[in-house]
């Protein structure tokens, strides 16, 4: 029996994979040990450092502050619970209010760039791109006067409904060209022939799109949830403007607590098993589909 052999190109393969994995795993190194000092110190009676490591110890104690409203051990609940755990459901309302809207036009949009022949198509495609660019606190002052024009006619009991709404769709936008153009190149992988015969069949197009399509880009579609979701988990700026004060996130929420001169007067576990917390929801949904996100393709005009 012939001895098995690898190639020369396989072999340099092997080789350039390796190198790049270990420059990755060398550039990472500064942003696992920033993780791992925020989520250490969430424990900790006080914020590790080199010099202190000999003098900590480990508790539960900044976890339960923060969720008692505390902002130190001896100072009296600044925020309720109540307070804390609305401040929690907000920033979930609007990452999955981001993510819905995004992933759902990207991929009807993504479908009929893909699909779809009309004049100016690829000059729709390369604009989508040129879009994405603009970021999006250059908008803000444009996106505000629009704001403040369509808040007049509204009821104000239904302002802070409208405003989350406003935040979720403001958002959304900055995320749906980059998203557009990735689901269009998950759908022009999928052969048009798949399609033609269930046309052919009788199915409508709608049907076909359903049923047959989407199961196959499965993995594009839940590269783009993460993309915004993660998107509007961080959200900011765009919280800080339009929401009322009295709805914070968890980012505004942390914001506030690191601005100004309040860290004086907060401690800073605390702050880091805020900050851990706000953390943990990323890490979960990025751990479910990491591996469709492997698989995310970037071919942005076909045909």
């Not at 009991?157 to 980059?178: D, G, H, K, S």
């Not at 399609?195 to 197009?205: C, F, K, M, T, V």
């Not at 076909?208 to 783009?224: F, S």
Request: proline content about 4%; glycine content about 6%; some cysteine.
């Amino acid at each position: 029996m012939m001895p098995e052999t690898t190639d020369v190109e396989t072999i340099n393969r092997r080789r350039m994979n390796l190198a790049l994995g270990i420059v990755v795993l060398i550039a990472s190194i500064p942003i696992l040990v920033t993780y791992f000092i925020l989520m250490a110190s969430s424990f900790a009676n006080q914020m590790i450092t080199g010099s202190m490591v000999g003098q900590l110890t480990f508790t539960l104690k900044n976890w339960i502050l923060f969720f008692e409203g505390k902002l130190t051990v001896a100072s009296a609940a600044v925020y309720s619970t109540w307070d804390i755990l609305r401040y929690i459901f907000n920033t979930f309302i609007v990452a999955f209010g981001v993510m819905l809207v995004t992933t759902a036009l990207a991929t009807m949009a993504g479908y009929a760039c893909s699909r779809m022949k009309f004049k100016g198509r690829k000059f729709l495609i390369q604009l989508l791109i040129l879009l994405h660019a603009f970021p999006g606190v250059s908008l803000i002052i444009a996106v505000y006067a629009l704001y403040i024009f369509s808040k007049g006619p509204i009821p104000s009991q239904w302002w802070t409904l409208y405003a989350f709404i406003y935040v979720i769709v403001a958002r959304a936008a900055l995320e749906i060209p980059m998203d557009i153009w990735i689901m269009k190149g998950f759908f022009d992988k999928v052969p048009w022939e798949v399609e033609w015969s269930a046309l052919i069949d009788g199915a409508s197009r709608i049907k076909v799109w359903k049923d047959i399509i989407l199961p196959l880009v499965k993995p594009g579609i839940a590269a783009v949830a993460i993309f915004s979701f993660i998107a509007g988990w961080g959200a900011l700026i765009y919280v800080l403007v339009f929401l009322p004060p009295t709805e914070k996130t968890l980012a505004t929420y942390i914001a506030g607590l690191l601005a100004g001169g309040s860290l004086e007067v907060v401690h800073l576990p605390v702050v880091a098993a805020a900050g851990t917390l706000y953390l943990l929801p990323t890490l979960i949904f990025f751990s479910f589909v990491r591996r469709y996100m492997l698989q995310t393709s970037l071919s942005g005009i076909k045909g």
